[in-house]
């Protein structure tokens, strides 16, 4: 797998960590856990509820993301942001996924979920994490807003 993906896309590099298919609705996809968010910078969740079938599999990724190397063998930044606490009533079920992992970045901005019943501090401090771990790589710092999930 790995020699294709250098022969395809250039790739020299490949950092696996192991899934939990058929947990949630994302079938444990690895961008759901963590993602690049430049060269060498890696943003991770982890849950903290030991009761949640992600616990122990955030913080295997965890210890891989921290005794990993970049492609040129460097140690990875690895920024961990929790996964939401509580979710809307209405999205509170096994097949749900909260995270904020799942962010979108277009120009200037970065788009984060909010996941909380109610706004506030603990439903921002992510997205007032994820925005600047992009600005040293833009010319200007992006924003971060928050979004609802559609109700």
């Known amino acids: 797998m790995e020699a294709e993906l ?29 993602r690049f968010a430049s060269p060498g910078v890696v943003v991770a969740g982890l849950d903290n509820d030991p009761r949640s079938f992600d616990y122990d599999v955030t ?6 993301l921290h005794s990993a190397t970049d492609a040129h063998d460097r140690p990875l930044q690895v920024d961990v942001i929790d996964v939401p606490a509580t979710v809307r009533e209405k999205f509170d079920n096994d097949d749900f996924a909260a995270g904020y992992i799942n962010f979108y970045v277009c120009n200037g901005a970065v788009i984060a979920l909010e996941h909380a019943p109610t706004s506030g501090e603990a439903n921002s401090a992510p997205a007032a994490r994820i925005g600047p771990i992009w600005s040293p790589r833009d010319r200007h710092p992006p924003r971060t807003q928050t979004g609802r999930a559609p109700t």
């Open 6 to 34: 250098d022969r395809l896309l250039g790739i020299t590099k490949v950092i696996w960590p192991p899934g939990i298919a058929g947990r949630d609705i994302t079938d444990g996809h690895t961008d759901f856990y963590a």
């Open 59 to 64: 913080r295997r990724h965890l210890d891989i």
